[in-house]
């Protein structure tokens, strides 16, 4: 009987790992998951350094040794439901790819508790909403310098 306890144990440990989950899947994935630790420094950065930091390293991991280009990046927020203002960062990515397979991609990234972020029709989704308040001004520069400073 104790082996049993313990076996479960074990298994409930390795279900609650947090780092499992890959951060950046497909367009029909889940959304990535910020570690600990990028979502204790989201609370000392403004909603804006945060996203971008954020949307930044996400892209580094997951495409570090190919280029990205950053097209149509724009700040805006929504309120929820309960009356609380959920920050957004909206824009598109192109990854290197042969001539003939570059396309641009929507993406999302989404202040929560750390953030989440989204590609492709999901983003899109995410980005066409009417209810986003737009900050003005083209962030595409920003966030290239911060994805090219971790090269």
């Known amino acids: ?17 947090t780092n499992s989950v890959p951060r950046i899947q497909s367009e029909t994935s889940r959304p990535a998951q910020a570690p600990a630790q990028e979502r204790q420094k989201a609370s000392t950065d403004t909603p804006l350094q945060f996203l971008l930091n954020a949307a930044a390293t996400d892209f580094h991991a997951q495409h570090a040794p ?13 309120t929820t439901p309960d009356g609380q203002t959920q920050d957004m960062l909206c824009g598109q990515f192109l990854a290197a790819q042969p001539k003939d397979k570059s396309d641009w991609v929507p993406f999302v990234t989404i202040k929560t508790s750390g953030y989440e972020q989204y590609l492709g029709d999901q ?12 900050e003005d001004g083209d962030l595409s520069p920003l966030l290239q310098s911060r994805f090219n400073s971790l090269q």
């Open 123 to 134: 983003a899109a989704s995410f980005c066409e909403r009417p209810s986003v308040i737009w």
């Open 66 to 78: 190919h280029t990205i280009h950053f097209q149509t990046v724009r700040v805006g927020h929504v």
């Open 1 to 17: 009987m104790r082996h049993l306890a313990f076996l479960i144990s074990i298994i409930v440990l390795v279900g609650c790992k």
